[in-house]
């Protein structure tokens, strides 16, 4: 079992930044990797960020120049940078845990109960 806390959402200006810190523990040492997704109002959840256990990362769309996640192995903590923040970013902020393959080839997807980010104009 893997328990996701997401800390840090709040209300900011539109073009300010906030940054969402996602606090693991448990069997952490399943995990393959960690992600970032949102989901705003009358919409539904997205991706946002992704980056695994080599350190890789993805992002959706054009967030990547506004979006940036990282991760500190040691406080088992994930982080995602978010600058030039849109009132459309508005939304809830999930962090996901998807862990290694099992022997039988199945990942198993754990999830934080989310923030809430407020974009304001």
């Known amino acids: 079992q893997v328990h996701l806390v997401e800390i840090g959402g709040g209300e900011v200006q539109d073009g300010g930044s906030l940054r969402l810190a996602c606090v693991a523990s448990?069997?952490?040492?399943?995990?393959?990797?960690f992600g970032w997704y949102r989901q705003g109002p009358g919409n539904q959840r997205e991706l946002v960020a992704t980056?695994?256990?080599?350190?890789?990362?993805d992002y959706a769309g054009s967030l990547k120049d506004r979006f940036t996640i990282s991760r500190d192995d040691a406080k088992n903590r994930v982080y995602l940078q978010m600058n030039s923040l849109k009132p459309e970013d508005t939304g809830v902020y999930y962090c996901?845990?998807?862990?290694?393959?099992?022997?039988?080839?199945?990942?198993?997807?754990?999830w934080g109960q989310g923030t809430q980010v407020t974009v304001s104009s």
């Open positions: 980056i695994r256990i080599d350190g890789s990362t």
């Open positions: 996901n845990a998807r862990t290694k393959k099992d022997s039988w080839f199945r990942t198993y997807d754990y």
């Open positions: 448990g069997s952490t040492s399943s995990i393959d990797a």
